[in-house]
């Protein structure tokens, strides 16, 4: 019995350093097929009214649509924007350029994939079921701890489940990290989306599925994010080690996975529609059984920031609500094997999660 061992793509491309943003005129240039082929720029509205938009490198027919994060990707959405892109033109285009955070990233990767493919995004949610390559894409994270940058799936939330396209295809050809961007994040979202970092990293460093590929790079986002959280860092220092550390994070949950607080999260974004960062720091203050050095440096951080988590939230649930959201987190199946080793299901009571949840 031979062993299969995973083969995995990384980002062919990247650039790195302040104002690299600039250089994406020339990068583009190359990857253009002609002059009606266009670029499709997906930004976060966010920058609607900013000077970036001054920034973007458009030429001939491209195209720049702004888009929401308020709410985390759709496999409908998805539809709709390449619906819109393949009536607008005749060609298809050069590539698609994404610039946000983790959700206009997953949003561009996602439509890059279906304008290589056919049919909707909902029926490539889950694992290699994309059978064509995707068009060029380029991602420009503009807030970081996703590790959406570099990781090889576009989480989308579909009619049936909230699950990524994972696919070979998905991954970006080429990314911009420009710490300038990270300037303008709001304290709350930069401490929530840069916890998504520091849970990858714990979830990957306690997992059975660890390996030396994925603890080399899991320590060394981990002890960013330290020096980060924790240090007292110039402000820009601590943006350039923060995006370092998203990529890294993300690179280690490439050969391993995420744990019990991702699970968990998944089941209150499912209900009740909380974004990815926030539902992690959520849930994770309460998983000192499963995690407990990781809890303990966590509150640490909440603390030196005077960030005060919500509360209240799932107190008036209907039993049917918790129970679905018990049932979506245990659905999860790699990401609790990876937690707890492959007789999970023999550790983890379903009472024990309801109290966790009843608890945030
Ligand atoms: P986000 O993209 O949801 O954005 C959060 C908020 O920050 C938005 O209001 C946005 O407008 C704002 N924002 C972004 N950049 C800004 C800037 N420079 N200045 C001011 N405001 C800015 O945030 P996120 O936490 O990066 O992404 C969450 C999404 O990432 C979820 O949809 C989650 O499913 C996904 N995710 C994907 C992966 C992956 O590997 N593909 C991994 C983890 C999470
Ligand atoms: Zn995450």
Redesign the pocket.
């Known amino acids: 019995n031979k062993t299969e061992f995973r083969n995995f793509p990384m980002v062919p491309r990247v650039v790195y350093g302040r104002g690299s943003f600039d250089q994406l005129a020339d990068i583009l240039l190359p990857k253009r097929k002609n002059s009606d082929a266009p670029f499709i720029f997906l930004v976060d509205d966010f920058f609607q009214d900013k000077t970036l938009v001054t920034r973007i490198p458009w030429l001939f027919n491209d195209q720049i649509i702004f888009v929401s994060a308020n709410e985390e990707p759709k496999t409908e959405q998805v539809d709709a924007l390449v619906h819109k892109i393949r009536q607008d033109f005749d060609e298809q285009p050069s590539g698609v350029v994404g610039i946000g955070g983790g959700s206009l990233l997953d949003l561009a990767k996602a439509v890059a994939v279906m304008l290589g493919n056919q049919g909707r995004a909902e029926n490539f949610q889950g694992w290699d079921l994309v059978g064509r390559p995707s068009l060029y894409h380029v991602g420009v994270p503009t807030i970081s701890g996703?590790g959406a940058e570099v990781s090889r799936t576009a989480v989308l939330s579909g009619p049936q489940k909230k699950l990524g396209i994972n696919s070979d295809y998905t991954t970006f050809d080429q990314v911009v990290l420009d710490p300038d961007f990270l300037g303008s994040v709001p304290k709350q979202q930069w401490f929530y989306t840069g916890m998504?970092c520091f849970?990858?990293c714990v979830e990957s460093l306690q997992g059975t599925y660890l390996n030396a590929f994925s603890q080399s790079y899991g320590e060394k986002a981990f002890d960013l994010c330290q020096d980060v959280f924790l240090g007292d860092l110039p402000k820009k220092d601590a943006e350039e080690k923060l995006m370092m550390a998203s990529w890294h994070g993300g690179m280690s949950i490439a050969y391993s996975q995420?744990g019990v607080a991702?699970a968990m999260s998944y089941g209150l974004s499912h209900v009740l529609g909380i974004k990815?960062g926030l539902g992690?720091c959520l849930v994770f203050q309460h998983l000192n059984a499963f995690y407990p050095d990781g809890v303990t440096l966590f509150k640490q951080m909440l603390k030196k920031h005077l960030i005060v988590l919500p509360t209240g939230i799932c107190v008036q649930l209907s039993d049917d609500q918790l129970d679905e959201m018990v049932h979506i987190a245990l659905a999860m199946d790699p990401l609790w094997e990876n937690a707890l080793g492959p007789k999970w299901k023999e550790r983890v009571k379903v009472e024990e999660l309801k109290e966790i949840y009843l608890k945030i």
């Open positions: 996703t998504d849970i990858h995420v991702h990815h992690n």
